[in-house]
């Protein structure tokens, strides 16, 4: 029987349903065009359908829209649904990222929809045994506890893990129900992927983000990876990248102490040691500067204190690099004149080159070296900076942070009057939500509560050193895997301590399995972003609204429904709710929670996108360009897909995002602009706005300081304003004006809001002001230690953080080797999901370690051995070894995927029946080891010690 397919989708006239089909691609397409990178595309592992076996096959199809939930690429999907059921699914051959392309996690995505694995309906721990209970049951006992733990020791005393899996709108009402309930003690995980990358970018020209986009990289001539495999973390991203390679001849550079599969695309590899990539990066401007090959107008006009890296790289000569980094001194200079001869271009880095106790001076060492170069604010330039989880950097957006509230907009009162604005409540409501005591000088309200990477620290430090009133005594982990921190046996010892445990998630997680806990712990079923619907945005900025695929299947509920029923529970539910209407299910209406963050997100731009503009997107994929991503036609035309920010002023004006920041050769209102005066304009009697760089269109011909009232008068233009305009803008600047008035003046003079500014080489109020190389705190040069050392021990926020008296151990003669950890292409995150997916299981079955063939003989270890690997703290895993020259002597790599194993035993009985994901391992991290950026606390996973023996 034919079947026949319906559509609730708005699709445009005179096209078929499903965008453009297989057939109509390749008959358009020919299968000639394309070279190598078009049969990446189209090859048969990405276009392979998948289908539910069993198909009622008389029920008509309907046809659903949504995003790979994989990494932050953004690849569109179309999900078959029949009767209720997701039966099929198709690569989106009309979407602008990936044009049909899958990688392995996205052609298995439906199994994370359907998947045997989830928790079905809410439990809880009871004498060592899972007892099922009801939504309503589990709601009560779990507020009571925190009611209880509230009036004992403080709001402080709840921690609330969040998730890069939420939707912008999750993100955003999960941030918000912190808020409510009074602590800062609130995170997610790009705390432990990109948060030194947000604070060394935004510390450099403005914004803490991708500059540019996937799809930009195609006009590059250069690409400079370091710290960053996308041909297994962002696969699809890599067809961007061999277009790229192909049509431009553009060179690959890769910088990784392993040789990647990225790195066999290549043009130049180099094998840096771990931990060194300011001195390699310092050895490259030695030669940039020796040669003359700086870009002299570009520093002149838009660059502040370049002067102060020339001293510094002066220090890196190509002897000491080589010798720091354990490479050849002609290595150092055949990169350094690749990457100058072949201008625009980009530097991509990921977790290699966050993940160090240094990790924000790694992100400002990047980025000078893109000053330095003048490859900013252009097409095929940029820091294209790839996410790991794909709504990762919505997370970071809507401020799931402890240091910050959604915007960036920090933490200081005025911050909090702002949103107190947004949300129609007084301030003082708010203020006294929060424990209003001082603590070590700290007022909780104001100070950054506890990172993610350092929760058990939070519960098991002495309550004397942590800068509130109690420690940790329950947390929340919702969306978000344990298994992803260093120092696993503390956090057992944490997760054991604790008086509640409560995991929010499809899958138990770690959290609730790796404890030794015999009550106390609560399993609740969120359903899949696949079951809901709402926006969330790519590396590149872009937004996208996901429709729902089906209905919340098993007992599973809605992120937002979940929040709003403990809001109730807990009596802030009409603070919590003020501005939203309830559906009939009793959620939150997402729409009104996405004007809800348009209505207050106005220093990043979030400000122009609406629920309206993002679904039209969504809706016209096909007619937006592959390479530019602008619409060509359509409803669309002119605007940049995604409305990527900052897309300013209301959603009435229509801004059509901006794809490229920085970007002088657009007005304004095109996407244009520059770098932002967010650090005043002078530094010491020195003028740090722009010098004579302007975007196009610009009155102002010059540098000039951000947007308020008071320059709007002194300009003459606050009579531009209408009078509601005048009400909200008075004695407001850009960044807290509602109306959107300030906004909407600036750029019709074709001046940016934010002002016109240079990019800062110097960070006055970092630890240290230019990038400094210290060596890692575990580090296998010793005779380094002294000339390149660590911080001194230091009281980070609300926690002791410990530096030198770590570093001054000697652990190298029982810990010889490095170790690092990195990503599969089968596997993400902590892996509970894409190892409970049979599809992806049978790929990857195994946890194992990378060595060396000289360290693996010298170990009477042979390919394939079970072997213990220790790391310099004693934790110890269970592991088979690869023995490879992928690493070179003295080096050793993990996958961080893996858990449900811990120190050789196994933990499946812990998890509830039929949970238990198809593969078990060791977690990296139960090896890995101390260690903290001071900025931000971000984890050093990627330089460490260790030592294998055979078992």
Not at 211 to 230: H, V
Not at 636 to 648: A, D
Not at 790 to 806: A, C, G, W
Request: charged residues 25%; contains cysteine.
């Amino acid at each position: 029987m034919k079947l026949t397919r319906t559509s609730t989708v708005a699709a445009k006239a005179d096209k078929p349903t499903l965008g453009i089909s297989r057939r109509q691609f390749m008959k358009n397409a020919g299968v000639t065009a394309g070279g190598i990178a078009a049969a990446s595309f189209l090859g048969t592992g990405m276009m392979r359908r998948a289908e539910a076996k069993d198909v009622p096959h008389d029920a008509p199809i309907e046809i659903k829209r949504t995003v790979c939930s994989a990494c932050a690429v953004g690849c569109g999907l179309y999900a078959e649904v029949q009767n209720g059921v997701w039966t099929g699914q198709e690569p989106a051959f009309d979407h602008p990222f990936n044009q049909g392309g899958h990688c392995a996690k996205g052609a298995a995505l439906r199994e994370h929809g359907h998947g045997e694995k989830r928790v079905k309906y809410p439990m809880k721990l009871v004498d060592g045994k899972w007892k099922r209970i009801s939504w309503e049951t589990a709601i009560e006992e779990v507020g009571d506890q925190m009611l209880k733990i509230r009036q004992e020791s403080g709001p402080d005393s709840l921690y609330f893990m969040g998730s890069a899996k939420f939707s912008n709108e999750g993100c955003y009402m999960y941030r918000k129900f912190a808020a409510m309930w009074g602590t800062n003690n609130v995170d997610h995980s790009a705390r432990i992927c990109h948060s030194t990358t947000v604070a060394g970018v935004a510390n450099t020209w403005g914004y803490g983000a991708q500059t540019n986009s996937f799809n930009d990289i195609q006009n590059t001539k250069a690409i400079f990876f370091i710290g960053s495999n996308p041909a297994e973390a962002h696969p699809v991203a890599m067809q961007h990248i061999l277009l790229a390679k192909e049509r431009n001849n553009a060179k690959i550079i890769v910088i990784d102490p392993r040789f990647s599969r990225t790195a066999a695309h290549s043009d130049l590899h180099v094998n840096i040691r771990p931990g060194t990539d300011i001195p390699f990066i310092y050895g490259m401007l030695w030669h940039i500067f020796e040669n003359g090959w700086e870009d002299k107008t570009f520093i002149d006009q838009r660059v502040f204190a370049m002067d102060e890296i020339r001293k510094e790289a002066a220090k890196f000569p190509p002897k000491e690099v080589a010798n720091i980094c354990g490479i050849s001194e002609d290595a150092i200079y055949q990169t350094a004149k690749m990457f100058a001869e072949n201008r625009p271009g980009t530097v991509v880095w990921c977790m290699g080159g966050t993940q160090h106790h240094v990790g924000n001076a790694n992100t400002r060492a990047y980025c000078i070296l893109q000053l330095a170069l003048g490859n900013m604010g252009k097409q095929g330039g940029g820091t294209n900076i790839f996410r790991g989880h794909d709504n990762v950097q919505g997370a970071t957006d809507l401020g799931l942070l402890f240091d910050t509230l959604p915007g960036y907009y920090g933490l200081t009162t005025a911050a909090w009057k702002h949103w107190s604005h947004v949300w129609d409540l007084d301030f003082d409501w708010v203020q006294g939500r929060f424990d209003s005591g001082e603590y070590l000088d700290r007022v909780p309200m104001n100070t950054p509560g506890i990172p993610c990477s350092r929760w058990h620290d939070g519960v098991l430090e002495g309550k004397a050193k942590l800068a509130q009133r109690d420690n940790i005594r329950m947390a929340f982990f919702w969306g978000q895997s344990v298994n992803t921190e260093t120092r696993q046996r503390d956090v057992r010892d944490a997760l054991d301590k604790m008086d509640t445990v409560v995991v929010v998630d499809p899958a138990p997680t770690m959290a609730g399995v790796m404890h030794r806990r015999k009550n106390g712990v609560y399993l609740l079923p969120a359903c899949t972003q696949f079951e809901s619907r709402g926006s969330l945005s790519n590396s590149g900025r872009s937004a996208q609204w996901r429709e729902q695929v089906i209905e919340p299947l098993f007992e599973s509920k809605n992120d937002l429904e979940i929040m709003y029923l403990l809001s109730k529970k807990l009596g802030f539910d009409k603070e919590y709710t003020k501005r939203m209407q309830i559906d009939e299910k009793g959620i939150p209406l997402v729409e009104d929670v996405t004007r809800e963050i348009n209505r207050g997100m106005w220093t990043i731009g979030m400000s122009g996108q609406s629920p309206e503009r993002l679904k039209e997107h969504t809706m016209n994929w096909g007619t937006f360009s592959t390479k530019t991503l602008e619409a060509e036609g359509g409803p669309c035309k002119g605007e940049t897909y995604g409305l990527p920010w900052p897309c300013w002023g209301t959603p009435e004006q229509k801004h059509p995002g901006t794809q490229i920041l920085y970007n002088t050769n657009r007005h304004v209102l095109n996407g244009g602009g520059n770098f932002r005066a967010r650090y005043g304009v002078e530094y010491k009697g020195e003028n740090i706005l722009a010098n004579g760089s302007y975007s196009v269109g610009s009155e102002i011909q010059d540098g000039y300081p951000e947007f308020s009232d008071k320059l709007l008068k002194q300009l003459g233009w606050w009579d531009e304003l209408t009078d509601a305009e005048k009400a909200e803008a008075e004695g407001k600047n850009w960044k807290t004006d509602l109306s959107g008035g300030i906004h909407r003046v600036a750029m019709k003079h074709g001046c940016i809001p934010f002002g016109n500014a240079k990019a800062r080489c110097i960070v006055w109020t970092f630890p240290d002001q230019v990038p400094v190389h210290r060596e890692p705190l575990y580090t296998p040069r010793r005779d380094l230690v002294e000339k390149y050392p660590t911080y001194e021990d230091r009281q980070v926020h609300r926690l002791p953080t410990l530096y030198k008296s770590i570093q001054q151990q000697d652990m190298t003669g029982k810990y010889p080797l490095a170790l690092t950890s990195g990503r599969l292409v089968e596997y993400e995150g902590g892996g509970e999901e894409s190892r409970s997916n049979p599809w992806l299981a049978e790929l990857q079955q195994n946890m194992f370690v990378e060595m060396n063939p000289a360290d693996a003989a010298d170990r009477s270890i042979r390919n394939g051995d079970k072997v213990w690997l220790e790391g310099a703290e004693g934790g110890r895993v269970l592991v088979e070894a690869l023995v490879t020259p992928r690493v070179k002597q003295g080096v050793t790599w993990m996958p961080y995927h893996f858990a449900g194993v811990m120190h050789g035993e196994s933990l499946e009985a812990n998890y509830p029946e039929g949970t238990a994901p198809y593969v078990l391992g060791e977690s990296a991290n139960t090896a890995l080891t101390y260690g903290y950026d001071p900025v931000t606390q971000m984890q050093e996973t990627k330089a460490s010690l260790c030592q294998i023996v055979k078992a």
